[in-house]
Nanobody, 126 residues
Framework: VQLQASGGGLVQAGGSLRLSCAAS????????IGWFRQVPGKEREFVAA????????FYSDSVKGRFTISRYNAENMAWLQMNSLKPEDTAVYYC????????????????????WGQGTLVTVSS
């Protein structure tokens, strides 16, 4: 599976961005999807994740209520809608996938994901 993240950019604090993750696979339905972010000198951290259906989602406490993960399996796409952005949201954002068809467990750590996109930079100015 190859993942292509896009949609990053420069935005002012309080603004919004929508990140996209395009997957080259026969069907995204078999995969849990996660979004992670990383700033230089720090470990990659969990942001949000969805089970194969999109019906079960998890968020880190730092983004809960501001970010929304969604997906459309028929088009092998996933998104991360980011609202009320803060300067501390500045990071390179990565989408990740792991094959877990029909599983309700949603992985939330980097080691649980097999496939990774290349990352897209989000910069939030104050």
């Amino acid at each position: 599976v190859q993942l292509q993240a896009s949609g990053g950019g420069l935005v002012q604090a309080g603004g919004s961005l929508r990140l996209s993750c395009a997957a080259s696979t026969r069907t995204l339905r078999n995969y849990a999807i996660g979004w992670f972010r990383q700033v230089p000198g720090k470990e990659r951290e969990f942001v949000a994740a969805s089970d194969w259906s999109g019906g079960i989602t998890f968020y880190s406490d730092s983004v809960k209520g501001r970010f929304t993960i969604s997906r459309y399996n028929a088009e092998n796409m996933a998104w991360l809608q980011m609202n009320s952005l803060k300067p501390e949201d500045t990071a390179v954002y990565y989408c990740a996938a792991d094959e877990r068809p029909y599983k309700t467990y949603v992985p939330q750590t980097t080691g649980e994901y097999k496939y990774w996109g290349q990352g897209t930079l989000v910069t939030v100015s104050s």
